[in-house]
């Protein structure tokens, strides 16, 4: 099966980084196949037998003893990601603007669905299955949204945005 692996917080400081040398090389040393990264954001690409949460907890386990990273990783298949890309509700005027939340855990649709859109307005939103899709018309400097759903989180999650999800789905049906 083909995995893409979305790792939570690479690089986004000192105390965070990885080498993408050294987690391609993690990968491959837990038995995974056609091993590859993209960007410096914490992202994997490889094939794998075997179910997505014991899959994900062996990379966790090995992020932490062998690099000392303790971190999440979501994994989808390129199935998933396929699914998530056609299932897109809103427009994607600006993809460097437009984002996916990636969830651990189905949402918390009722806690969710609870928040006034006029709270972030214009960032605009809308729930998937285990995704968020997110637009911040006005950037990512200064957004109003992702503190709020923090407060409804029913867990780990980790946000890449609209070109990085199309490439990695690119990248996961070449494999």
Known sequence: MRYVALLRGINVNPATAVAMA??????ERLGHGSVRTHLRSG???????????????????????????????????????????????????????????????????EGLASIDPAVYAPEEMRVGERELYVYFPDGLRRPKLPPLLEKHSTGPATMRNWNTVTRLLTLAEDL
């Open 43 to 109: 992202n994997a690409l490889f094939t794998a037998d075997g179910d997505r949460e014991p899959i994900a907890a062996a990379i966790e386990r090995g992020l932490q003893e062998e690099l000392g990273l303790s971190t999440t990783v979501i994994l989808r298949t390129a199935e998933q990601l396929r699914g998530v890309v056609e299932r897109n509700p809103l427009e994607v005027r600006d993809p460097a603007r437009f984002a996916v939340v990636f969830l651990a855990r189905p949402p918390d649709r």
């Open 22 to 27: 050294d987690l391609k090389a993690l990968l």
